[in-house]
Structures are given as structure tokens and as C-alpha cells.
């Protein structure tokens, strides 16, 4: 079936080269897509918390690394809701915005603490020389000033002193360069780090004002920043590498299996509505028969149902054929290569 510019349904773009207005039918994004009206992202991550399927296991894991004050390591194929579940302990409990560091092969610990920009201090200092005359440029206090080229990273800004814990998210661990979760130990065991560029001032009792992650100004006495409540940590493995026993002793462990086909209509459901699941049943047995041979991801059948059914529960192909091409393309397994 051809589509026309006017068409109610599916095409937005027709690929004829012609203008017109179709771009305002575009329907609303997914749930998990929507940047909201506003531009801020607190709604999309305030759904990403509270839509999210916890199991008893889950349940019960989460509470005994908040009892114990240890950090939880997460394993589970890609799209099991590992990251997911940093957001929903947050949001049942209150702890405010989660703190995500995203670890690369090139990521250090002092990343994850704090930055220093110690040559736009330079800069900045060479600039007063010039417009000032030099007892003037020296007449500000060395440490206030500090502390204007300095920033906590997702990780320094966890362990400040807090009445309730705060949430970290550690992405994607096994990404990181091997000395990296030794370097943790300490962070962990101690729950407090050195900034040395503040430690070494010479007014020793200056109280720092320096950025956290989020942006807000934070006081830093002596260097020195020392949980008062151990932030609850989700660290994330795709399961690719092996950590050392040192690592491993100080964290609590979970593998999130892939899920079935009840827990999927649960997902379905709180993302979609009940109608998206009874219409995707055949779709959500399809993904399970298919998963034990090909890598599929559940964000990937989130995606197939949202277009099997939109935001109001109503199909958005033209033709069947239509549907079942587009269907193979977003469920194309994910270790198929281009």
C-alpha cells in the first residue's frame, strides 16, 4: 500500500523527495524517549524508576547491600535493566538524582572523584597580572580561589557528608582499564579521599567552595571529603571480564537473568499499558523462542511493541507486510553484524 503525505498512519517520511508537512503527525516519542516539553530530563528519569520490574531476588539483594553499606555489582546480558535499578532505588526511596559515572577504557579514578582545572587557573591568574598590578592580583585569598577550577566527579560527589545515602551509578565496569576496580578498594573500604590540591594549601583552615557533579557549590574542609552515610553504589558488568577477589570480596553480587515471558508483560505493561501487552503477546512469546539463539535485547521489544501498537494501542502499519519488515528490523539480533 502506498502512503500519501495525508496518510493517518505510519508514514511520516515518504522518501519522494517532494516537501510537505508530514512531520506534524509525528505522534508522541516512547515513554522512555520523552524529553518532556520543557527540556529537562527529570521526568524521562523519574519513569525510568518507577516503571521498573523488581523480582524478590532483587528485593532482597538491594536490602542486604543497604544493611551492609557495600556496593552491589550487577551482572546480566545487555537490556536485563541493570542500570534501571539504581533509578528505582532512588526513586522508592527519595534519594534524590542519581549520580552516573559512565566508565570508558580510558577512565582513572581521580575522574571519578574530582577534576582540576589547573591551566584555566593559569590563565585566569595571568590575566589579573595583566589588568591588575601584582599586590592587587595577590590580595584574594589562594584558597577561595582554588576552588573555582575545581569540580567533584559522580564519585566525590557520592561521599559527601549526607544525612540519607546517595545513589551512584558505576556503568559498565568491565569497560575499564584493569587497575581501576583495585583502585576502588580503598574508596570503598575507607568511604573517604584527599583532594591534594587542597590539602596542601597553605591556610590549612580555609573551607573551600567547590562544584560537585551536579553543579551546586559544596564546602570541602581541609581537602579531605569522608562519607557520614555510605552511598548506595550500582556497578554494572555485561559479565565480559573477571574482577579481583579483592574487588569482588567488598561488593555484593547480582546476575539478572533474562526475563520471561510473564515478567516481560509486566515490563510491556508498565511502560505501555495493558492494551500494548495483549496485543503483543504473540510478539513478546516470539522474542523468548527467538532469545536462547539469538542475542535480543528487552529494550529492543519495547521498541517492537511501541510501534506494533503507538501510544494509544492502535496499530501504525498500513499492510501486514509493512509491519513484519519493520518488526525484523528493530529485533535484528544484536551479534548479526551490519
Given at each position: 500500500?502506498?502512503?500519501?503525505?495525508?496518510s493517518?498512519a505510519?508514514?511520516i517520511y515518504?522518501?519522494?523527495?517532494e516537501?510537505h508537512?508530514?512531520i506534524r503527525?509525528?505522534?508522541?516519542?516512547?515513554?522512555?524517549?520523552?524529553?518532556g516539553?520543557t527540556?529537562y530530563?527529570?521526568?524521562?528519569t523519574?519513569?525510568r524508576?518507577a516503571?521498573?520490574q523488581?523480582t524478590?531476588e532483587?528485593?532482597?539483594t538491594?536490602n542486604?547491600?543497604?544493611?551492609l553499606r557495600?556496593?552491589?555489582l550487577?551482572?546480566?546480558?545487555?537490556?536485563s535493566?541493570?542500570?534501571?535499578?539504581?533509578y528505582h532505588?532512588?526513586h522508592?526511596l527519595?534519594?534524590g538524582?542519581v549520580l552516573?559515572?559512565?566508565?570508558?577504557?580510558?577512565?582513572l579514578l581521580?575522574?571519578?572523584?574530582?577534576?582540576?582545572?589547573?591551566?584555566?587557573?593559569?590563565?585566569?591568574?595571568n590575566?589579573?597580572?595583566?589588568?591588575?598590578?601584582?599586590?592587587?592580583?595577590?590580595?584574594a585569598p589562594?584558597?577561595l580561589?582554588?576552588?573555582?577550577y575545581?569540580?567533584?566527579?559522580?564519585l566525590g560527589?557520592?561521599?559527601?557528608?549526607n544525612?540519607?545515602p546517595?545513589?551512584l551509578?558505576?556503568d559498565?565496569i568491565?569497560?575499564?582499564?584493569?587497575?581501576?576496580?583495585?583502585d576502588?578498594l580503598?574508596?570503598?573500604?575507607?568511604?573517604?579521599?584527599?583532594?591534594p590540591?587542597l590539602?596542601?594549601?597553605?591556610?590549612r583552615e580555609a573551607r573551600?567552595?567547590v562544584?560537585?557533579?551536579t553543579?551546586?557549590?559544596?564546602?570541602?574542609?581541609?581537602?579531605?571529603?569522608?562519607?557520614t552515610?555510605?552511598?548506595?553504589?550500582?556497578?554494572?558488568?555485561n559479565?565480559e571480564?573477571?574482577?579481583?577477589?579483592?574487588?569482588l570480596?567488598?561488593c555484593?553480587?547480582?546476575e539478572?537473568p533474562e526475563p520471561g515471558?510473564?515478567h516481560?508483560?509486566?515490563?510491556?505493561?508498565?511502560?505501555?499499558?495493558?492494551?500494548?501487552?495483549?496485543?503483543g503477546a504473540?510478539?513478546i512469546?516470539?522474542?523468548v523462542?527467538?532469545r536462547p539463539?539469538e542475542?535480543?535485547?528487552?529494550?529492543?521489544l519495547?521498541?517492537a511493541?511501541f510501534l506494533l501498537v503507538g501510544?494509544?494501542?492502535e496499530e501504525?502499519?498500513?499492510?501486514?507486510?509493512?509491519?513484519e519488515?519493520?518488526?525484523r528490523?528493530?529485533?535484528?539480533?544484536?551479534?548479526?553484524?551490519?
Amino acid at each position: 500500500m502506498t502512503t500519501t503525505p495525508n496518510s493517518p498512519a505510519w508514514g511520516i517520511y515518504q522518501g519522494s523527495g517532494e516537501p510537505h508537512d508530514g512531520i506534524r503527525r509525528l505522534p508522541p516519542p516512547p515513554p522512555w524517549r520523552d524529553h518532556g516539553t520543557t527540556g529537562y530530563p527529570d521526568e524521562r528519569t523519574w519513569r525510568r524508576g518507577a516503571v521498573y520490574q523488581a523480582t524478590p531476588e532483587i528485593v532482597d539483594t538491594v536490602n542486604a547491600a543497604l544493611y551492609l553499606r557495600r556496593p552491589l555489582l550487577v551482572t546480566g546480558p545487555p537490556g536485563s535493566g541493570k542500570s534501571s535499578l539504581a533509578y528505582h532505588v532512588a526513586h522508592e526511596l527519595g534519594l534524590g538524582q542519581v549520580l552516573n559515572w559512565p566508565i570508558t577504557s580510558r577512565s582513572l579514578l581521580r575522574d571519578g572523584l574530582y577534576t582540576y582545572d589547573a591551566l584555566g587557573r593559569l590563565q585566569d591568574a595571568n590575566l589579573k597580572m595583566e589588568s591588575l598590578n601584582r599586590d592587587a592580583a595577590f590580595a584574594a585569598p589562594y584558597a577561595l580561589d582554588i576552588g573555582r577550577y575545581l569540580q567533584l566527579g559522580p564519585l566525590g560527589t557520592a561521599l559527601l557528608p549526607n544525612h540519607v545515602p546517595r545513589v551512584l551509578l558505576i556503568d559498565e565496569i568491565d569497560k575499564s582499564d584493569p587497575d581501576l576496580p583495585n583502585d576502588l578498594l580503598n574508596v570503598f573500604e575507607e568511604g573517604e579521599f584527599v583532594i591534594p590540591e587542597l590539602a596542601r594549601l597553605e591556610h590549612r583552615e580555609a573551607r573551600v567552595q567547590v562544584y560537585d557533579a551536579t553543579g551546586d557549590y559544596v564546602r570541602v574542609d581541609h581537602g579531605r571529603v569522608r562519607a557520614t552515610s555510605f552511598p548506595f553504589t550500582v556497578l554494572t558488568s555485561n559479565g565480559e571480564r573477571d574482577f579481583p577477589p579483592a574487588f569482588l570480596r567488598r561488593c555484593l553480587r547480582l546476575e539478572l537473568p533474562e526475563p520471561g515471558v510473564d515478567h516481560l508483560a509486566r515490563i510491556v505493561q508498565a511502560h505501555l499499558g495493558p492494551e500494548a501487552v495483549r496485543k503483543g503477546a504473540a510478539l513478546i512469546q516470539d522474542f523468548v523462542l527467538r532469545r536462547p539463539t539469538e542475542a535480543l535485547s528487552t529494550d529492543q521489544l519495547l521498541n517492537a511493541v511501541f510501534l506494533l501498537v503507538g501510544n494509544e494501542g492502535e496499530e501504525q502499519f498500513e499492510t501486514t507486510d509493512q509491519g513484519e519488515q519493520v518488526l525484523r528490523t528493530v529485533l535484528r539480533p544484536l551479534d548479526s553484524g551490519f
